[in-house]
């Protein structure tokens, strides 16, 4: 559904179920979707779940910020690389190439790299890099002015979640 629209006509969705976590750390904020308007369609909804996107920009920004590291390339695992617009849209909103591997399951891969490294089957990390082969790649397609109104529109979104219960 959510490949029906371009965009997602200005519906932001922030999942703040039980507050924001990283980098934000705001136990008083709550989820909402904001932004609709009457031109909105289901489909624009669906699309607001671009907010993981978003979500991870905000913490390789804050990485960026402690470490002074410029993240040049994301490289995906898991479930939810089997995304294609997802995944297009994390190499759109930080304007970085997004790379799968082979392997997408890598939590359980780096298990039984560790496993083997302990046990001598490998014998150093070197020879467990050789492995990692690429299985698709994402680049980007937006303007910079398209990436930076769009996470200027995201974090109003998370503005408006915040201070909604009193904790403490």
Same mark, same amino acid.
């Given at each position: ?27 008083? $904020?709550?989820? =909402? @979707?904001?932004?609709? #308007? &009457?031109?909105?369609?289901? +489909?624009?909804? *669906?699309? $607001?779940?671009? =907010? @993981?996107?978003?979500? #991870? &920009?905000?913490?390789?920004? +804050?990485?960026? *910020? ?103």
């Amino acid at each position: 559904m959510a490949r029906q629209v371009e965009d997602n006509g200005g519906v932001y969705f922030v999942p703040a179920f039980s507050g924001l976590f990283a980098p934000h750390w705001r136990s008083d $904020a709550r989820g =909402a @979707i904001v932004g609709l #308007s &009457r031109f909105n369609t289901n +489909a624009h909804v *669906a699309r $607001a779940t671009e =907010a @993981i996107c978003y979500q #991870s &920009r905000d913490v390789v920004e +804050a990485m960026e *910020a402690d470490s002074g590291v410029h993240l040049e390339v994301l490289k995906v695992d898991g479930g939810i690389t089997a995304n294609n617009l997802c995944m297009q849209i994390q190499a759109d909103v930080l304007g970085v190439d997004v790379v799968k591997p082979v392997v997408a399951e890598t939590t359980a891969l780096g298990a039984a790299y560790a496993a083997g490294l302990a046990v001598g089957f490998w014998k150093d990390t070197d020879e467990l890099r050789k492995n990692w082969l690429e299985d698709k790649r994402w680049n980007p397609t937006w303007s910079d002015e398209q990436r930076r109104a769009g996470h200027a529109q995201w974090r109003k979104a998370v503005q408006r979640t915040l201070d909604w219960v009193d904790v403490g």
